[in-house]
């Protein structure tokens, strides 16, 4: 997710500064960057010129005091509460006092990540749907103690960037990962079930219910790992039996089948 939203936010003429806790990391991100940016201008979807100029504005670094002058910071760590609120906590010695801090969660509170700051006032939910570059939309929600100024600027960025903003309340998986993540584990199951194969169920999915995409080719792109992370997380909050984890996921992660980002998934990749 944050290598889409960082060629979201360059592609749409922002200087972008992508940080991540190792160089590895960061080189791997970058690299996915160029990559998913090569791909739309093989495909029509980007002219070369507008490729190298979101390459050269973006730029990886693995200390967060890189972040001191971004007029917006988006964090995109996994799906963990504190350290998400930890994050926050950090950037309020490090941004301006006009700052934007967004959060991607999928899943968890706004107001609870929110009260890591000393400012949950400039704290705003900003859910991109996956992937981030292809798909429009944008889940906005308020915490409980967000501006009216900052939900206004976030907005007008997030506009900004040819995105359509739904609003939603701060409640867990907000609309998107509320109905999609049970739909996913409906389909695993039935997977599982012996109901259909997986490019059967998938095309049911696109031609019959009308989804761009099936869900075997999207859990691929999102990975099993972080499907899990969401699933348990929603889970744990809402305690809903269609959110419990299929069994045949923990098998894929222990044969690091993951989806696309390691060659297999639900499917094979070169």
Do not use: W
């Amino acid at each position: 997710m944050g290598s889409g939203i960082a060629i979201t936010v360059a592609r749409a003429g922002h200087e972008v500064v992508v940080r991540d806790i190792s160089q590895e990391r960061v080189d791997e991100g970058l690299a996915q960057v160029k990559q998913l940016l090569d791909r739309s201008v093989e495909r029509g979807r980007l002219d070369a010129e507008r490729r190298d100029e979101a390459l050269a504005s973006t730029s990886g670094t693995t200390e967060i005091e890189a972040l001191a002058g971004c007029d917006v910071v988006i964090e995109a760590i996994f799906e963990d509460e504190a350290l998400k609120a930890e994050t926050f906590g950090q950037l309020d010695e490090i941004c301006g006092p006009e700052a934007l801090f967004h959060t991607n969660t999928s899943t968890l509170s706004v107001t609870g990540i929110a009260a890591g700051s000393t400012h949950p006032e400039r704290v705003v939910g900003t859910h991109y749907a996956n992937p981030a570059p292809l798909v429009d939309l944008v889940e906005v929600t308020r915490g409980r103690l967000t501006s009216d100024e900052a939900l206004r600027r976030s907005v007008a960025f997030v506009e900004g960037l040819g995105k359509r903003v739904v609003f939603t309340k701060d409640s867990p998986g907000f609309i998107l990962n509320y109905f999609l993540v049970p739909f996913e584990n409906d389909c695993i199951r039935a997977l599982e079930a012996g109901m259909g194969t997986v490019e059967s169920i998938d095309k049911a999915v696109t031609l019959g219910l009308g989804y761009p995409m099936g869900t075997f080719r999207l859990l691929d792109i999102v990975g099993l790992d972080i499907h899990k992370a969401v699933a348990v997380s929603l889970y744990q909050q809402l305690r809903d039996p269609r959110l419990a984890l299929p069994p045949l996921v923990d098998r894929m992660i222990s044969a690091n089948h993951l989806g696309r980002k390691t060659g297999k998934g639900f499917y094979e990749y070169e």
